[in-house]
């Protein structure tokens, strides 16, 4: 069983000027090929998550590109074009089982407010229709059509502030792995709450988001 892994997450603020170019990436996570397995295993977030349950079940993991930045401005398209290569780049000529990435949900690419639906519409236009991907998110994403059209699964956080991005990985890894054995066949839907909730609100501990 032969899975590939990914990540690319930047939370962008378009109002904010300072773009999240490639130096940007570099000064936070920016990894290629066997530099992930290396730096990333036995870390608690998505991508640790991910090789532990990789790791439990015997997967030969195919390592592609792990980018991360803090919250930032837009993503130039040439980043963005450069970090889409490396990734697709990195998948194996022959099939892989499945796909698993590490994506925020909200990362606007220069031209593209849908940054995470362009990424995963261009892996599923690489591996088939019938290759399984699924990817975990942040509870802040801007979920879209594309992006629930592209995937088989997502996961979200499911606490503000995020202290389950390891348990997050876990799950979708989980569910991913289910998926390539056959045991279940996911089915996505999309639907969108007619709701808003201010950022200083948003905590899971209390108030309308814990409940
Ligand atoms: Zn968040």
Do not use: W
């Not at 990985?169 to 289910?178: I, N, P, V």
């Amino acid at each position: 069983m032969r899975i590939a892994i990914g990540q690319l997450q930047e939370e962008s603020n378009t109002f904010v000027l300072q773009l999240a170019d490639l130096r940007h990436f570099a000064n936070n996570t920016l990894l290629y090929g066997d530099e992930i397995v290396r730096a990333l295993t036995g870390t608690h977030a998505e991508v640790g998550g991910f090789l532990a349950v990789l790791g439990e079940a015997g997967a030969e993991v195919v390592p592609t590109v792990a980018a991360h930045s803090v919250s930032s401005g837009i993503v130039p398209r040439e980043t963005f074009e450069t970090l889409k290569a490396e990734l697709l780049a990195r998948l194996p000529a022959g099939p892989v089982d499945g796909v698993l990435l590490a994506l925020h949900g909200s990362m606007v690419v220069e031209g593209d407010h849908d940054g995470e639906g362009a990424l995963l519409a261009a892996v599923r236009e690489a591996v088939g229709p019938s290759v399984p991907i699924a990817a975990s998110l942040d509870l802040h994403g801007n979920i879209t059509a594309r992006m629930v059209a592209s995937a088989d699964i997502l996961v979200g956080y499911d606490t503000y502030p995020h202290v389950d991005m390891y348990e997050t990985g876990r799950e979708c890894a989980s569910l991913l792995l289910q998926a390539v054995r056959g045991a279940t066949r996911p089915l996505t839907v999309f639907a969108k709450v007619p709701m808003i909730v201010s950022a200083e609100g948003m905590s899971t501990q209390h108030g309308p988001m814990r409940s």
